[in-house]
């Protein structure tokens, strides 16, 4: 209801609330749920963000009781939260959960769960209000979705989750885009990519779009090149299955990376809606223009050392085919075909068990033009750039020339910065918590949609035909490194480095 | 040396301390925050500014006024750091603790003015009711960009409401009694239409509270609500024509996140002043 309809509600700056609703996490065992999802939930309780009227039902095929699931949410809760355990905030969640052990495709038990939701309904209120969550092998997700569909009821609201990998190319994309198409509309589908919803990646867009003085100099006249970095440190952390199929180009590049071009390249959106916003990120994922094979490096981790630590290569690790070409990391030049940014590189790199984790977009400006103290600045003169970190870090670094005291004209670089954690210190939420409250209150700004999947894994799909033609001779990186020489020479050959660490 | 100059060169000297022992500090600021606390507010501004200075990281100005000690400023600085989770360093925000005595307690603006922070809000804490005209308040008026008080702290509602109003269009207000009580309003808000036709509001709770509760209540309505009120240290029951309204979930807020919430805010804020007329 709007204040215009109920002027007690003008101007009282009540919290974002969602309506009552249930909650249903397909793959409530599962590692997701416990380390992400559970303590999400948590932190919205511990701040009063869920609905008054709520219902969590888990479903999974692990064999164990509502009892059993609970005390298990509740360790995850108290191990991998970010807020203090408060028992009174934990026992009111732990009320509204309730588990369902069935495999996703037996009728029976999908039966089960939906009249677990008429009895949400009936006793807790939640109005026929549906939020179905994912969290689940990509491989259930069309009987989940089909079984859905057919128990579909005429009341409330249904909003639908749905975890990456969205497909594992254009092709199964667009199949699974046509199965939720026979069920749901695309204003009811949330597909996640969790990092639109750090705070830092969103902050980008105030960055740009609430300073007037970044938006002027956003373009090809005075940006040199952009650098991303999305790095871990960690191996494939017994998500070899998964990984050997995927590889850096679909576990990261396809979403993460993309996504992060898109944010820092996008126009103006006319205002912060989710087709808006959406609507300008697809615009550039458009026109990403397909690399050539000399523009695409991929690489895969061999033995190394990580942070002092002897670590094995990517072949020996557990359920990894002995030989195994799937990248571990992968760089690329990118370039955005528009006219702000046509001949503005976009170097981007991603990859496992690289010398630091890191998320970082760096704007690199171009030089000043007729520097007077060239001569005596020694290593001092460098481009400025702007540097965006995502995580970890979270905050903003401008390098910028200033001289040394004393005698003289020295220049030296010095950073600038701004801490998240510095200025706002209320703690940062966790990805999680944001896209799940958003989804309950219907606000897909921070989702992706299904045309700028497609563009995603068009630009995903040309890269890897190229591959297929021959045989990477892997390993070709330590592990602990950033990355194999040919990523290097990738940048280099423009007369540009990676950013130095 | 000026008072000025010597709050200075004890902010130098502090940050030297500070950077000497290995750990990189940076300063940040989001805001000057002022806080005008006569002697019987000056531990309960302190408490406060603990639980604050952590979410705000600011210049804070204490202003401690002592009119009938001897003429003179006695200064008092220092940093309150605290370590950044993640990463080896910490933020650092200043506190200038200034003891006005005597005359100086009467030309506050001139001692404030040089030590904002430039570009940043200024937000004043008014602890206690303000002396309505006399010239520290009209002088902190003018250096502020928001005026926070707690009218639950004056013992002259609603009648001062009429002296705040005057302030109105010189200085953004904020009441930490308007703010404690916005979980109510939703309550409140959330019987319409059926509250449209109200007649009585009942309040267990401070006075300053239960009155801008009602002015609300009328402002919004544009017609008289009748209200009785039995006397509570907190907010504790709210009832419209007899039928008592759902409390809002999990316990008051803290001193610090009132304030705290206050201080995110920018600009004027209509409702409140409606209110704040008719309370």
New interface residues.
Partial sequence: MSSAENPLLEGLRLRRTPEPCALVIFGASGDLTSRKLFPALYSLAFRRLLPESFGIVGVARTKQTTKEWTAAMKKAVQDHGRDPFKQDVWSALADSMTYVATDFADDHGEDEVLEVLRSFDADRGTSGNRVYYLAVPPAAFETIVNELGERRGDDGWTRLIVEKPFGHDAASADELNEILKQWFREDEVFRIDHYLGKETVQNMLALRFANGIFEPIWNRQFIDHVQITVAESIGVEGRAGFYESAGAVRDIFQNHLLQLIALTAMEPPIDFTADSVRNEKVKVLRSLHTPGPKSVVRGQYGRGFVEGEEVPGYRDEPDVAAESTTETFVAAKLYVDNWRWADTPFYVRAGKRLARRETTIAIQFQRAPHPPFAEIAGDGLRPNVLLIHVQPDEGVSLAIGAKVPGQGMSIRTVHMDFLYGGAFRTGLPEAYERLILDAMLGDATLFTRADEVDEQWELVDSIVAAWRRDRPNFPNYEAGTWGPRSADELIHRDGRSWRRH | MSVVTDVERQLGELREQEAADGTPD?R?S?MTHVAWAPPKWADAARRTLAGLD????SRTILLFPEPRAKTGIDVTVSMRC?A????T?E?CSEVIELRLGGKRAQAPASIVRPLLISDLPTFCRWRGEPPWGEPELEQLVGVCDRLVVDSSEWTGVPAAYEQLALLFDRVAVSDIAWGRA??W??R??AL??G?KKAERLSVTGPKADALLLAGW?RS??RREVALTRRSAKELTRVAVDGVAVDAP??GPPTASDLLSAELDLFGR????EASVKVA
């Avoid at chain 2, 950044?84 to 990463?87: D, E, K, S």
Wanted: glycine share 10%; aromatic share 10%.
């Fill in positions: 940076l940040t989001v952590e979410r705000h990281p605290f950044m989770a993640g990463v360093r933020v916005r979980d309003r939703g409140l808000a319409w239409p509250i209540l919004r309505l979930l999990g804020d209509p409702i409140y």
